[in-house]
């Protein structure tokens, strides 16, 4: 059952402006990364489900983070059908994403008052995810269908729409900052943050670092 209400997860993402994506089939290297950018100023959490058994591991952060970690709102992702998100969402998921959009899994979401954020490419599955309840649209991957612009220009005749960009976002100023100005609600970073050299190394603290300055720099390109 989520921690958190639907309200305060999309607060939550919105506010930060940065979802880690991550996957690690050791559940202390997943531990590690989750707490490394809680402390670096995460607050919302995407764990994939890219292995055999990922939801055990899942299963075990949402405790870690509950106790290690008060505010932090886990998510699972690469979420592709009703079943697996109805099992992430026993094991205390808050929000789902998905890399495509099922409306059986918005159907599941929106009974249990749970986020879902699918994968969309074009302005009409966005239109029609947000027939479906969804409130916060992945634009997957964001890099090729577009990148900043073409955030920028849906939002011309879709203001209302909540966008969560992924693929194709770095951590770099200049890339951070023209998500920023795009419009765009937030965005998922995932190996351009966990480098393998530094999980390699067990370097959790310039995670942290890099938290910290990929948030400032996606806050001053909103602000611009």
Same mark, same amino acid.
């Given at each position: 059952? &989520?921690?958190?209400?639907?309200?305060? #997860?999309? #607060?939550?993402?919105?506010? #930060?402006?940065?979802?880690?994506?991550?996957?690690?089939? %050791?559940?202390?290297?997943?531990? %590690?990364?989750?707490?490394?950018?809680?402390?670096?100023?995460?607050?919302?959490?995407?764990?994939?489900?890219?292995?055999?058994?990922?939801?055990?591991?899942?299963?075990?952060?949402? @405790?870690?983070? @509950?106790?290690?970690?008060?505010? !932090?709102? !886990?998510?699972?992702?690469?979420?592709?059908?009703?079943?697996?998100?109805?099992?992430?969402?026993?094991?205390?998921?808050?929000?789902?994403?998905?890399?495509?959009? +099922?409306?059986?899994?918005?159907? *599941?979401? +929106?009974?249990?008052?749970?986020?879902?954020?699918?994968?969309?490419?074009?302005?009409?599955?966005?239109?029609? &995810?947000?027939?479906?309840?969804?409130?916060?649209? @992945?634009?997957?991957?964001?890099?090729?269908?577009?990148?900043?612009?073409?955030?920028?220009?849906?939002?011309?005749? *879709?203001?209302?729409? !909540?966008?969560? &960009?992924?693929?194709?976002?770095?951590?770099?100023?200049?890339?951070?900052?023209?998500?920023?100005?795009?419009?765009?609600?937030?965005?998922?970073?995932?190996?351009? *943050?966990?480098?393998?050299?530094?999980?390699?190394?067990? %370097?959790?603290?310039?995670?942290?670092?890099?938290?910290?300055?990929?948030?400032?720099?996606?806050?001053?390109?909103?602000?611009?």
């Amino acid at each position: 059952m &989520a921690q958190f209400t639907k309200l305060q #997860t999309l #607060t939550a993402i919105r506010d #930060t402006g940065i979802v880690p994506v991550f996957y690690n089939g %050791n559940p202390e290297i997943a531990k %590690n990364a989750v707490k490394a950018c809680y402390e670096g100023g995460i607050r919302a959490f995407e764990f994939t489900n890219r292995g055999d058994f990922a939801h055990e591991i899942f299963a075990s952060l949402v @405790k870690f983070a @509950k106790k290690e970690c008060p505010g !932090m709102i !886990m998510g699972a992702g690469t979420i592709i059908d009703a079943p697996a998100a109805s099992l992430y969402i026993q094991s205390g998921a808050n929000f789902i994403v998905g890399p495509l959009l +099922n409306p059986d899994i918005a159907k *599941l979401c +929106n009974r249990r008052g749970i986020p879902y954020t699918p994968g969309c490419s074009t302005v009409s599955e966005i239109g029609f &995810a947000q027939e479906l309840g969804c409130d916060l649209c @992945k634009v997957f991957p964001a890099g090729s269908v577009g990148g900043p612009s073409f955030i920028k220009n849906i939002l011309g005749p *879709l203001p209302w729409t !909540m966008t969560l &960009a992924t693929g194709g976002v770095d951590t770099s100023e200049e890339n951070l900052c023209s998500w920023g100005k795009s419009g765009v609600t937030c965005v998922g970073i995932g190996s351009k *943050l966990f480098r393998k050299e530094i999980i390699e190394a067990g %370097n959790w603290s310039e995670i942290s670092d890099t938290c910290r300055s990929s948030l400032k720099y996606f806050a001053e390109g909103k602000n611009r």
